[in-house]
C-alpha cells in the first residue's frame, strides 16, 4: 500500500515536535508568586521535570489561580479537584485537627524547636495524608508570626480590643485569651480586610507583611514568634499511583533533598523581609520581658485544651516537650 507525500510529510512533522510529558499535573498555591513558598514549589517543579527526564510535568498556579482557597486545600487533593496543592498544614483542621498541633502558642517557637516537633509527628501527618488519599511530599516552615498593627504594642493592655486576623482556632483562642478580638480569615481576604478597616492587625510572618505591602495599612510590627507554622506539599494517591515505581523514586528523593534546601532558604527569608519592611517604615520591635512572661504564662493552658479537644494529639506533645526540656 503506498503511502501519499502528504501523509508522509504529516508524519514527519510529528515525529519532529518535542515528545509530550507522559504525565501532567497542575499544582494548587495560594501564595502570590513572589513568595518564597511559592519559588520552592517552581523549583520543585522544575527538578521533577529534570530528574524524570520529562516524564512527569507540573505547572505551577500561583495566587489561588485556580479557584482554591487555602482551607480547602486538602480536601481539593483528597477529591482530584487538583492533583498537587501546596497548603498551609494548620488550615487543614477542618478535615483534620490534629494538623493545628505545631501552631499551638509557643509550641515551637523556633526553628530547631519545630524541626524537633516535626520528628516526632512527622509519620502522624504522612499516615494522615494517606487516609486522605494523598502522599505528602514536603514540609517547609514559615519564618516566625509576628503581630502588625496600626499602633504599638508595649503591654498587654494594647492588645485589647484589638481587631486582629488570624489563621486558625489555635490562634483565635489566644489572642482572645490576650483580651484581643480575633478574626479568622484566609490569606486572600486580609488585604481587603485591612483596606474596609474590618481589622487593624494581622499575625503572620515577615513574607506576608511584604506580600501584602502591610506598610500602607499599618507602621508597626512587634516580633512575638508566638506560633510555628509550615506548608506541606501533597499529591493525590490515585495520580500517585499512576507513576512507575521508578518515577516516584526518583520524585521522593527531589523531595527530600529539597525539603533540606528550602528550610535554609526560610531561615534566610526572615532577616531580608525584616530589612525591607524597616526600609518601608514599619517600626519592628520585640516584646518586653514584662509582655514576654504575661504571653507564655496565656499560652501554657491552651496546650492542656488542644490535648483535650484533640487526643491523638497527646502523646506527641509530652514526649516531644520531654526531650525539648
Do not use: C
Amino acid at each position: 500500500m503506498k503511502i501519499s507525500i502528504a501523509a508522509m510529510v504529516a508524519v514527519a512533522a510529528l515525529l519532529a515536535q518535542p515528545a509530550m510529558a507522559e504525565t501532567q499535573w497542575d499544582m494548587s498555591v495560594v501564595w502570590p508568586e513572589s513568595n518564597f513558598h511559592t519559588k520552592d514549589a517552581m523549583k520543585f517543579a522544575d527538578t521533577v521535570k529534570e530528574v524524570t527526564k520529562g516524564d512527569v510535568v507540573i505547572t505551577v498556579h500561583s495566587g489561588g489561580a485556580l479557584g482554591i482557597k487555602g482551607p480547602e486545600s486538602m480536601a481539593a487533593v483528597r477529591d482530584g479537584i487538583v492533583p498537587v496543592a501546596d497548603m498551609l498544614m494548620s488550615q487543614q483542621v477542618g478535615e483534620v485537627p490534629f494538623l493545628g498541633i505545631e501552631t499551638l502558642p509557643y509550641m515551637a517557637p523556633t526553628m530547631p524547636d519545630l524541626a524537633l516537633l516535626h520528628k516526632f509527628i512527622r509519620p502522624k501527618v504522612e499516615e494522615i495524608a494517606t487516609s486522605m488519599n494523598q502522599k505528602l511530599l514536603y514540609m517547609v516552615p514559615w519564618p516566625g508570626q509576628a503581630v502588625y498593627s496600626s499602633k504599638k504594642i508595649e503591654k498587654l493592655a494594647d492588645l485589647s480590643g484589638l481587631k486582629i486576623r488570624v489563621v486558625d482556632a489555635n490562634g483565635h483562642d489566644f489572642f482572645a485569651a490576650l483580651g484581643a478580638t480575633p478574626l479568622q480569615m484566609p490569606w486572600g481576604d486580609v488585604v481587603p480586610s485591612l483596606a474596609a478597616g474590618t481589622i487593624n492587625a494581622v499575625t503572620t510572618s515577615s513574607s506576608s507583611g511584604v506580600d501584602g505591602a502591610f506598610w500602607e495599612f499599618m507602621k508597626n510590627m512587634n516580633t512575638f514568634n508566638w506560633q510555628a507554622s509550615s506548608n506541606i506539599v501533597t499529591v493525590n494517591l490515585d495520580a500517585w499511583n499512576q507513576l512507575t515505581p521508578e518515577t516516584q523514586k526518583a520524585i521522593e528523593g527531589a523531595a527530600k533533598k529539597l525539603e533540606g534546601e528550602f528550610w535554609q532558604i526560610s531561615r534566610a527569608e526572615d532577616e531580608s523581609k525584616l530589612a525591607t519592611l524597616k526600609e518601608k517604615g514599619i517600626t519592628v520591635s520585640g516584646p518586653s520581658p514584662e509582655l514576654q512572661a504575661v504571653l507564655l504564662e496565656r499560652a501554657r493552658p491552651q496546650w492542656d485544651a488542644f490535648k483535650a479537644r484533640v487526643p491523638d494529639a497527646a502523646p506527641y506533645i509530652d514526649a516531644y516537650l520531654k526531650m525539648r526540656n
